[in-house]
T-cell receptor, first 115, second 116 residues
Framework: GAVVSQHPSWVICKSGTSVKIECRSL??????MFWYRQFPKQSLMLMAT?????????EQGVEKDKFLINHASLTLSTLTVTSAHPEDSSFYIC???????????FGPGTRLTVT | AQTVTQSQPEMSVQEAETVTLSCTYD???????LFWYKQPPSRQMILVIR??????QNATENRFSVNFQKAAKSFSLKISDSQLGDTAMYFC?????????????FGTGTSLTVIP
């Protein structure tokens, strides 16, 4: 399977600041990348789906102006949490895939803590 | 909208015994995929097994097998000869294909503990 990395693995930021999380597909041409949020002891909630070179598609209830997603290349997608608040503290996981394939490869996740 | 339900928040099983995790889903789609993922304490999601909805035969992967009942929209996971390393959260997932790419929906998870 594909190797997916996320950076940083853990970040603490102050309320009101923005933080960027990177998702890299190291050996896989990812035409599609997914961003999930997982609260403690809960399931993964799909936030958005991004296709390379086009705008992300956000799930209902996810603020697109707060969670900015950029999928500039086949190997990199970024999630920027703007004006972060303590309630945004969560575990953010990305995954990668290709159109027409059911395969999905997950990154190791990024723990965001907003103080 | 697709929903995935796992009705067992926690389960435990004795080492070497067999355990079955339940999953039901709701969809109007006819073509889709179903998955079981394992999330150990490291939080890295690991694919355990997958099932194509158009296949009637239940998928198996070594000690892991599924009971797929399409009409009942049920997709249970059976783990045979349970091992200590099987201790993890298990998520059932549904995938449909769309114009914007494949979309995955996860159940709430079952925390499985294998007891020595």
């Amino acid at each position: 399977g594909a190797v997916v990395s996320q950076h940083p693995s853990w970040v603490i930021c102050k309320s009101g600041t923005s933080v960027k999380i990177e998702c890299r597909s190291l050996d896989f041409q990812a035409t599609t990348m997914f961003w999930y949020r997982q609260f403690p002891k809960q399931s993964l909630m799909l936030m958005a789906t991004s296709n390379e070179g086009s705008k992300a598609t956000y799930e209902q209830g996810v603020e697109k102006d707060k969670f900015l997603i950029n999928h500039a290349s086949l190997t990199l997608s970024t999630l920027t949490v703007t004006s972060a608040h303590p309630e945004d503290s969560s575990f953010y996981i990305c995954s990668v895939g290709t159109s027409g394939s059911y395969e999905q490869y997950f990154g190791p996740g990024t723990r965001l803590t907003v103080t | 909208a697709q929903t995935v339900t796992q009705s067992q928040p926690e389960m435990s099983v004795q080492e070497a015994e067999t355990v079955t995790l339940s999953c039901t889903y709701d969809t109007s789609e006819n073509n889709y995929y179903l998955f079981w993922y394992k999330q150990p304490p490291s939080r890295q999601m690991i694919l355990v097994i997958r099932q194509e909805a158009y296949k009637q035969q239940n998928a198996t992967e070594n000690r892991f097998s599924v009971n797929f009942q399409k009409a009942a929209k049920s997709f249970s996971l059976k783990i045979s000869d349970s091992q200590l390393g099987d201790t993890a959260m298990y998520f059932c997932a549904f995938m449909k294909q769309s114009n914007t790419g494949n979309q995955f929906y996860f159940g709430t998870g079952t925390s499985l503990t294998v007891i020595p």
